[in-house]
């Protein structure tokens, strides 16, 4: 099997260091979260991992679409991803999402199958599956 794209991200002082690509497009400073106790003014693990998944994930939709009669096109999905970390039992940490998709123009039955098709394609809901509890949630607009 031959790999469709990669990258590499180089993070430097764990949650309250830097990230940054390969290709510098991505060049951001991380803060423990205030709630976490630490300073905040900066973004985290969690919302990088949230951002990724919900993007990936609306594209997820938009490829079991392609071949069908009806699309839905890039401003007709929205999802917003909630990512929370959470002891696991063990002395360690554990992740749970939420994902709310909306969908424009198709209904319900429609929009809460293809987004069940997106789950099994998405790379991310692949990745998770088995080990981070997901929660979908489907609308229509």
Request: hydrophobic share 40%; charged share 20%.
């Amino acid at each position: 099997m031959s790999t469709l794209y990669s990258t590499t991200v180089n993070a430097i002082g764990g949650r309250n260091g830097t990230v940054k690509s390969d290709d510098g497009l991505l060049d951001l400073g991380l803060a423990m979260p205030g709630s976490l106790g630490g300073k905040g003014g900066a973004t985290n693990p969690e919302q990088l991992f949230a951002a990724g998944y919900a993007a990936c994930f609306g594209n997820a939709v938009i490829h079991v679409t392609r071949n069908k009669e009806q699309k839905i096109k890039d401003d007709d999905v929205e999802v917003a991803a909630t990512v929370g970390l959470e002891p696991n039992g063990n002395g360690g940490f554990a992740l749970a999402v939420a994902l709310e998709v909306t969908l424009a123009g198709v209904d319900q039955p429609t929009a809460e199958a293809w987004v069940a098709q997106a789950h099994e394609v998405c790379p991310y809901s692949n990745a998770t599956r088995g080990n981070v509890d997901v929660a979908l949630s489907v609308r229509t607009r």
